[in-house]
């Protein structure tokens, strides 16, 4: 582990990649809870290491030891939203999470990723910073066009209504 706090049962583990960062729950012993790819796609991905949580529509739930998910990786323990939400017991943290082993869910980039699903775990709500920081980026980049080419009150009401979505 490269850092010099352990993690605790119920802490999220923040795993930096490349562009993104991935996202787990630590339950103890070494052994974290996430979503990545399902068996039948793993021929595509090398290892789940090097993954962006997941390629497909469909991901898995999956418990693996910590080091082996983080490989080369930094990675660090990320409980900031304890400032805005109230964590759920450790406990119940962590007996959810491993009730979620082994099954399939939805996988969405943008409304249902890892770090939606490790939030609700921890705080029972499926929120995500990291999409909402970088859609925010984009989406107010492509709007700010929009309204310079159309003279755009409906794209004002657009970029106005996606904020607030944006906002869950």
């Not at 082994?102 to 709500?125: D, P, Q, T």
Request: charged share 25%.
């Amino acid at each position: 582990m490269n850092q010099s706090r352990k993690p605790k049962p119920g802490d999220l583990i923040e795993i930096f990649r490349d562009d993104f960062q991935h996202w787990a729950v630590y339950v103890g012993d070494g052994d974290i809870v996430h979503v990545t790819s399902p068996p039948e796609t793993e021929a595509l991905c090398a290892v789940s290491n090097t993954l962006m949580s997941v390629s497909t529509e469909k991901a898995m739930v999956r418990r693996e030891k910590l080091r082996e998910v983080v490989g080369v990786n930094r990675w660090r323990i990320n409980n900031s939203l304890d400032k805005e939400y109230e964590p759920r017991p450790a406990h119940i943290i962590v007996e959810e999470a491993l009730r979620q082993e082994g099954k399939m869910m939805e996988y969405n980039f943008i409304m249902k990723n890892c770090e939606h699903f490790v939030n609700k775990l921890r705080y029972g709500r499926d929120v995500s910073w990291q999409v909402g920081e970088k859609a925010k980026l984009i989406f107010a980049g492509a709007a700010m066009g929009a309204i310079a080419a159309t003279g755009g009150t409906i794209a004002a009401a657009s970029a106005v209504a996606l904020a607030f979505l944006l906002r869950k």
